[in-house]
């Protein structure tokens, strides 16, 4: 029911991965979801994605605990390095008991069992270590062309996720997400008129019955918090 599903929709966004701030080191897991019409997240979940976990180091976690650490890039590092081998330890205690399953088990840790599925590929990570005006920097040095510029916004997402074997481009055997521009998808005056999931119209600007509306945006109030009915 989030207002911003169908105002993403509208904005020509078929897929978006859901994931918790950038305040911790090692922050929850994420989920990435299809930009269609569902009663819960998992109706919402892309078939086959993976499971994410939000990572995040440099300004952001030292703003985030100041005195009580880390507060410096080295002490980043350090908390994620013992993080990540304390992991390792799990992990490899748990697999070794999962092989002959003898004696009891070991003890579970929540707190590293995510940690764990990320060092067996079954959970991908997603950290960013950059500051906004840095990338400004880039892009102005780099003089990204159109053509590189559609990619972020295309392919190279859909790599990150682990998805460019079915979404980022238009291939055979891809899954059906297209999005027709009223013009040029760089110019702020273009709209998504019309846009197709896995085949489906989802958005048609020119018809609002093809356009996904939430119960936030109807406009009704009930009778007893002063509306009419």
């Known amino acids: 029911q989030d207002p911003q599903f169908p105002r993403n929709l509208a904005g020509g966004v078929t897929t978006i ?13 994420s989920v990435v979801l299809k930009v269609v019409p569902g009663r819960s997240v998992q ?12 990572m995040a180091c440099g300004e952001n976690p030292m703003r985030v605990y100041q005195a009580r650490g880390p507060a410096t890039r080295m002490g980043n590092i350090a908390g994620d390095r013992a993080a990540w081998i304390n992991a390792e330890a799990y ?16 003890q579970r840790d929540l707190g590293l069992e995510t940690l764990a599925e990320v060092l067996r590929g079954n959970i991908l990570v997603h950290n960013h270590c950059y500051m906004a005006d840095e990338m400004l920097q880039m892009i102005d040095v780099i003089a990204v062309s159109e053509e590189d510029a559609i990619r972020w916004l295309t392919i190279n997402p859909a790599w990150a996720l682990g998805l460019d074997d079915k ?14 521009w009223s013009g040029n998808p760089f110019s702020i005056y273009t709209k998504a008129e019309k846009v197709w999931i896995d085949g489906a119209m ?27 009915k």
Request: cysteine-free; glycine content about 14%.
């Open 17 to 29: 991965q859901v994931l918790p701030g950038s305040g911790n080191l090692i922050g929850g897991r």
């Open 43 to 54: 109706e919402m979940k892309f078939p086959g994605a993976k499971y994410g976990l939000k």
């Open 91 to 106: 992990r490899r205690r748990w697999d070794n008991w999962l092989a002959n399953k003898s004696g009891d088990p070991p």
């Open 167 to 180: 979404i980022g481009s238009l291939v055979p055997g891809k899954n059906a997400d297209v999005v027709l």
């Open 202 to 228: 989802l958005f048609d600007r020119t018809d609002p019955k093809q356009q996904w509306r939430t119960d936030f945006e109807l406009g009704f109030v009930p009778a007893n918090m002063g509306g009419n």
